[in-house]
């Protein structure tokens, strides 16, 4: 009898494998409705197979396109790219000296404390994080400034730049570094020929967590730039919310998302996988 | 100690203080009697005010009530999908992957406005339900990544000894991967908690008329540039709150 049980724990067993495949369905129908049916509504807003009031027509145009590859958005969306390039860049060259620092030189107390430090910030709203910085800029009279939003955007984005930076240095077999000293080579050329290049899928994710988010960015440069610093996340509110022109901001949206696709394509094909 | 190590020290600890500064300066103010930094006298009058404040009272209702709705409901169907997947088969984890994963990648603004746009193919009415439906969509993702990592590391053969020991698949999920897994759920409901408390951007494009959460007051009061101590006061409430519950997950995650 002992061994009857057995055997049917082990063709429940494989029950549950294909029942649980069931338990997917819930998460994944609501993905699929109020996720990805939203994008391919707005791709028909953009070729305008969807028109005013909801009307379908069949017809489809590449107007909207047109529209908004005009010269003044095609600035925007340039703005918006360089204005992420300069944040990634900066945020990597601030954070990685302080992710090598608790990663590779603290002892372990030190750092889960800092590490905390770090990853507190993560969890509190751009808004609110704006909003402090806003108050000591504002008094800086500082506000409305390239800088004020070059500031705003280091200082929401640094901490998604460090934490990615410090899990990889933290794996970092330190055995390397001593092997690369005991064959006499300095600090410096250790740093270049070993650390860097072993930390590399940290930088990459790391860039990618900061560059993606920070080219849609729209908090920072309207709080903080005021009207000075136009971004694709500035001009999609305004063409949404304040001139509901949803066919343009559609047709922006859907180039943006093309983009940002093509950026993330190229740098996992360059690296190879990358570990979020 | 070498010098370079010294540096890094130093360029760490300005770091922090950078990431701190400003908080510190909010909450301090939102005490402060002077609208001024340079002059100081504690006082909780502008959190009185807070209170006496209607609008804001039912703006934190309502971001009160999507946000736990929204963990609960993301939770039940993110962690579901990450014990799912956990069981499948190699090929079919690779494929159905990227689909959960996707949400967390795409800029979030994007995700805002193409809801926006679908509610007003469907006219589905703005309001409670279409913002608690945009936070449940992007929280599903982030609890599914929490409780698979969670999983990840869960001994497998317990379940089988359930089973084996004539334990059906019900009771085993019921008195075997829950109780095991509870760490990780209570992380992740925090987590999608969060989200959904903090959200600005999906909340402002899919809501309408009368519907404000707290974030959306802050955002119309402080927009271009308007600082005031009523609005220091709110702030510092939402980041003593942010702060705690980030704290909470984190000691949860170690457990």
């Not at chain 1, 000293?181 to 070993?194: D, E, W």
Request: a positive charge; glycine letters at 6%; one cysteine or more.
């Amino acid at each position: 009898m002992g061994f009857l049980k057995i055997e049917m724990g082990i063709l429940k067993h494989t029950w549950i494998r294909k029942a649980s495949l069931y338990i997917l369905i819930p998460s994944l129908s609501f993905l699929a409705i109020f996720f990805y049916t939203p994008f391919i509504i707005v791709l028909l807003y953009s070729i305008g197979v969807i028109g005013r009031d909801g009307v379908i027509s069949l017809n489809p145009t590449f107007n909207y396109f047109i529209e908004a590859l005009n010269p003044l958005y095609l600035r925007v969306i340039l703005n918006s790219l360089y204005l992420a390039a300069l944040t990634t860049i900066s945020c990597l060259i601030i954070a990685y000296p302080a992710a090598y620092y608790i990663a590779l030189k603290t002892s372990y107390r030190l750092r889960s404390l800092l590490i905390v430090a770090v990853v507190l910030p993560y969890w509190i709203s751009f808004l609110l994080r704006t909003y402090a910085l806003m108050t000591i800029l504002s008094s800086l009279n500082m506000l409305f400034t390239y800088q004020a939003v070059m500031i705003g955007m280091i200082y929401d984005y640094l901490p998604f730049m460090i934490l990615p930076l410090y899990v990889n240095l933290e794996k970092l077999d330190k055995s390397l570094l001593e092997a690369s000293y005991t064959l006499g080579a300095s600090p410096i050329k250790t740093f270049f020929k070993v650390t860097l290049p072993l930390s590399i899928q940290g930088i990459v994710a790391g860039c990618i967590l900061v560059f993606v988010p920070a080219t849609g960015e729209f908090i920072v440069p309207y709080m903080l730039g005021g009207i000075s610093v136009t971004t694709i996340g500035t001009l999609t509110w305004d063409l949404f919310l304040k001139f509901h022109n949803w066919w343009r901001g559609a047709a922006l949206s859907i180039i943006y998302i093309f983009i940002v696709l093509a950026i993330l394509i190229v740098y996992v094909r360059k690296i190879g996988g990358v570990e979020l | 100690m070498s010098i370079i190590d010294k540096l890094m020290k130093i360029h760490t600890l300005s770091i922090l203080l950078f990431l701190y500064f400003p908080i510190a300066i909010v909450v301090l103010s939102s005490f402060n009697e002077y609208r001024e930094f340079t002059s100081f006298k504690f006082t909780t009058k502008w959190y009185e005010s807070l209170i006496q404040n209607s609008t804001v009272w039912k703006a934190f209702n309502n971001s009160l009530s999507v946000a736990m709705l929204c963990a609960l409901i993301s939770v039940v169907l993110g962690f579901l999908s990450a014990y799912g997947l956990l069981r499948a088969s190699t090929a079919f984890k690779s494929s159905i992957e990227p689909v959960l994963y996707i949400p967390i990648i795409i800029p979030e603004i994007t995700e805002a406005l193409s809801l926006l746009l679908f509610y007003n193919f469907l006219s589905f009415p703005l309001g409670f339900f279409s913002v608690l439906i945009g936070h449940i969509a992007f929280s599903i993702s982030f609890v599914f990544v929490v409780s698979k990592a969670r999983l990840a590391g869960f001994d497998r053969s317990l379940e089988e000894a359930s089973m084996t020991l004539g334990a059906n698949q019900i009771q085993t999920f019921i008195k075997i991967t829950l109780p095991l897994s509870a760490p990780g759920i209570a992380a992740s409901t925090l987590l999608a908690f969060t989200l959904s408390w903090d959200d600005f951007i999906k909340t402002v494009f899919t809501t309408g008329p009368g519907f404000q959460t707290i974030p959306l007051v802050i955002w119309s009061q402080s927009a271009r540039g308007g600082v005031s101590p009523e609005l220091n006061a709110l702030t510092s409430l939402m980041l003593i709150i942010s702060i705690t519950l980030s704290y909470l997950y984190v000691k949860m995650m170690r457990k």
